[in-house]
């Protein structure tokens, strides 16, 4: 009787221990089975990656389709170079397509916005996105504004 | 080297040192077949200790411990647990296991170490607690029983694997007198009726004699004297005589060892 | 010999250390004694059980509801910290990091130090007072198999489940507070955190609680085997196990945080 009852208590238990261990998994951090099989790697070339780090999403219409994977500076064009990871089933991203760093809100983290190209050709393993828009640095768009109406009063006189 | 030599345990030569302390020094003692033997000496003499180097629970610095032809302290510690079915121990406070019923206390040997079915092993568990006169507190709870009470349900535990050694560590300490007349009883009843070699383990002089066939009494690293209960009680020995006696101050000191009660007093500060 | 001499507190350290080593020793014995080898006693199946009833089961009311307290404690001062920067909807990113790499395998490991690993202790020094042990012995039962080692498994298993159902009462409670009370959006409460959360932070806290595991419960049931035979011993062993597997817990917590997280 009573180890029947403990039997039981355990075994809710060890249910409970691995279905937290599953939960943690999906639920929590939004595990997708067999990620590395389903990608494949893309580079992209840019200016300024400033905020940038790896494992910051990638996006196409606000859809996440993969993750970057690192970030190094490329020695011959001193250009950041991004490693992306792309879910195998968006194999349809046409190379002139746009790679862009954005913001998530003001202050919050970057992320690579893909917007859609018009070419026939589609982008494909160690594939390169040639047309990139660099990180939004907040000081070099307050010192443009200041040049830009530092200018406008001159011209005026 | 064969069982039936009539001794069923021997120490030859025995030293054992706790730290720097000397607790026995070259000791030799014969326990006999088929007799009650009682091992008896004042508190701290580390009579308990012997009953752990019989049961090699404890290895000797020095010597031999012979147990039905076999020398303990060479064995290995699968071998010795493989022996140790052989013996059996009564603890002074019994040790029964606190999470079993009584039932089960004394069928645990039996699970551990046979395959019988459960119906026989309730038989033999049965019969155990019969002997002992504790049949009816089958389905008790250890902390529900009486100290004297424990101490039958865990003689019939240590009988269960009919050992032929049996060994009772101070078993009258702190009973009533009708729970030390039962165990005495009991003692007697066991060791004539299972054939086995008993060996009491006290400092209760009285009741030891009343059942012991053969008397040791050890004491300061040594064994003092031996003999039946009538040849020690005739024993001229000095430091025999104060033990049987309970002399107050004699050879064993009523002050322990201490620097001069003057010099301590006045002397330095 | 003068008490106070220099000498004579030089050979008081080195007596410490001696201890220490002695002890070390005793405890690697004891842990292969029990871990390694034949079983013995048979039936293992159901002492495991019986220990990870005790040991597990015993340690859940504790581990759920202040798993449940601290993730919405960590909500409320979250947010109250991301407000300010106006992104209130990192709080569950931060609740499931703290909770996933620090507080579940830390807090539910001290948390089991207290609860199982005292109990561990005083139980196995009891039996050891009321000389279960030597009578296992005698009646030719290694303890070491039949008592140590069962407790010191229930103790492996126990804890990573422990930390992770922690965790996850406390992402529970942390939306509870955040999203039902704060208003928090629904939305970019879990998807943020799924954004953030990498696999990784789910099996480096696990690798840490079954380091935490390991550690405490040794230490328990050494602290419990090896203790003076008496109240006072047992009492003041009890004491050394939860001091002893505190400390160890966030000792290795920082050697292990410095392993996983130091140089990324």
Known sequence: MQTRTQEIGVGLFLLAGLLALLLLALRVSGLTVGQHDDTYKVYAYFDNIAGLSARARVTMSGVTIGKVTAVDLDRDSYMGRVTMQIDKRVDNIPVDSTASILTAGLLGEKYIGISVGGDEEVIKENGTIRDTQSSLVLEDLIGKFLLNSVNKDSSDK | MSTDSTYAVELRGVTFKRGERTIYDNVDIRIPRGKVTGIMGPSGSGKTTLLRLIAAQLRPDRGEVWVNGVNLPTLTRSELFDLRKQMGVLFQSGALFTDLDVFENVAFPLRVHTKLPDEMIRDIVLMKLQAVGLRGALDLMPDELSGGMKRRVALARAIALDPQILMYDEPFVGQDPIAMGVLVRLIRLLNDALGLTSIIVSHDLAETASIADYLYIVGDTQVLGQGTPAELKESTDPRVRQFIKGIPDGPVPFHFTAADYREDLLGRR | ?264
């Open chain 3, 1 to 264: 010999m003068r008490r106070n001499s220099l000498l004579e507190r030089i050979r008081l350290v080195g007596r410490a250390g001696l201890d220490v080593l002695a002890a070390s020793g005793r405890s690697s014995i004891m842990l292969g004694q029990a871990l390694v080898g034949r079983s013995g006693a048979g039936k293992g199946w159901q002492l495991l059980v019986k220990q990870l009833y005790a040991v597990g089961v015993l340690s859940l009311p504790i581990i759920l509801v202040s798993g449940f307290f601290i993730g919405m404690v960590i909500a409320l001062q979250g947010y109250n910290i991301l407000v300010t920067y106006g992104s209130e909807e990192a709080v569950g990113q931060m609740v499931a990091l703290t909770l996933l790499r620090e507080l579940g395998p830390v807090v539910s490991a001290l948390l089991f130090a207290g609860r199982a690993g005292s109990a561990l202790t005083a139980e196995i020094g009891n039996m050891k007072s009321t000389e279960q042990l030597s009578s296992l012995e005698m009646i030719g039962v290694d303890p070491l198999k039949y008592i140590v080692a069962p407790r010191l498994w229930a103790g492996f298993i126990s804890l990573p489940l422990l930390a992770a159902i922690f965790s996850v009462v406390g992402v529970w409670g942390g939306a509870m507070v955040a999203v039902d009370w704060l208003g928090v959006f629904e939305g970019s409460f879990w998807g943020n955190m799924q954004n953030s959360v990498q696999m990784t932070d789910v099996i480096n806290g696990v690798i840490k609680s079954l380091v935490f595991a390991f550690v405490v419960t040794w230490i328990a049931v050494f602290q419990g085997y090896d203790c003076d035979a008496t109240s006072e011993g047992i009492s003041r062993a009890t004491t050394r196990t939860v001091v002893y597997a505190s400390l160890a817990v966030l000792g290795l917590d920082f050697i292990l945080t410095a392993l996983m997280f130091g140089d990324i």
